[in-house]
């Protein structure tokens, strides 16, 4: 049985792992609720809540003084790249300054750890026009969001190289799945979407708009996949020090996701096709031969992955 340490673990990826480990593992989550609920975790006497901000200092700094921890995910942050764009200062502060504090009191106080791991995003490539995006791919940060995941990353990395403290970061692609938040404005297009199918089968008014002809591509991960990334990065002696693409290596259009999530619930939503706004990334893809080198397989397909979806959010109505 391991310690681990979640942060952001009452929000969508983070609640997910938490309560997978949890069937084995001790987990302290620290989350502040603004995007996340408590509700997202399971109950287990192996699981510590604590309500809190990782920008809290001295919070942090308790936690990591009475707790040793085996394993670190630090997954908190706010999530919106938009939000960046009009508060730039207060998401510095959670998505870099956290970090940064974080991973210094690691260095002072966690000396057993074995792992921690950093969650950046693949908007840290921007529109840079090369497919599939490497790591060692052109970077191109396009708003304030993508320049502190970059940062924090790097800082990550540097402190496995410089004061062999053992961290590894991921870029996450388009992540879907059960406990993402529709009413959100940090939820991905596919818990949007869902969300929007179910409103229109219940009977009520519902519609969703795309901007562009819907033939731009992403990258969509299952969480259950990440989840599988996430264990293989933190475990892996090689990993240490690196950072990981997680994503399928394989391309949905929207107008191809809209027509499987129809074919699955057997409902038409009525799409409406706008301009493409201004800024938009047009196609995203990763490569993930680097994540396949630690026996990483996508189990699920886009399918495959939202009919497993599909039934988790029937199962919840």
Known sequence: MSNYLITGGAGFIGSNLANHLLTNHKVVVIDDLSMGSITNLNNSDKLTFIHGSVTDYDLMDKVLTDYQFDYIYHLAAIASVADSVD????????????????????????????????????????????????????????????????????????????????????????????????????????????????????????????????????????????????????????????????????????????????????VELPIIYKEPRIGDITDSLANIDKLKSLNFEAEFDIKAGLTVYLERVKETS
Request: aromatic content about 10%.
């Open 87 to 266: 508060r730039p200062l207060a998401t510095h502060n959670v998505n870099f300054s956290s970090v940064l504090n974080l991973i210094e009191s690691v260095k002072i106080k966690q000396k057993g750890i074995k792992r921690l791991v950093f969650a950046s995003s693949a908007a840290v490539y921007g529109d840079e026009p090369t497919l599939p995006k490497k790591e060692e791919s052109v970077i191109r940060p396009l708003t304030p969001y993508a320049v502190d995941k970059f940062a924090a990353e790097k800082y990550v990395l540097a402190y496995n190289n410089l004061y062999n403290v053992p961290m590894s970061a991921v870029r996450f692609f388009n992540v879907y799945g059960p406990n993402q938040n529709p009413s959100s404005p940090y939820s991905g297009v596919i818990s949007l979407l869902v969300n929007q199918f179910e409103q229109h089968k219940s009977g009520n008014k519902a519609d969703f708009n795309i901007f562009g002809d819907g033939e731009q591509t992403r990258d969509f991960v299952y969480v259950k996949d990440v989840l599988n990334a996430l264990l293989l990065v933190g475990t892996s002696e090689q990993s240490k020090g690196e950072v990981y693409n997680v994503g399928t290596g394989r391309s949905t259009t929207l107008n191809t996701l809209i027509n499987t999530i129809s074919e699955i619930l057997d």
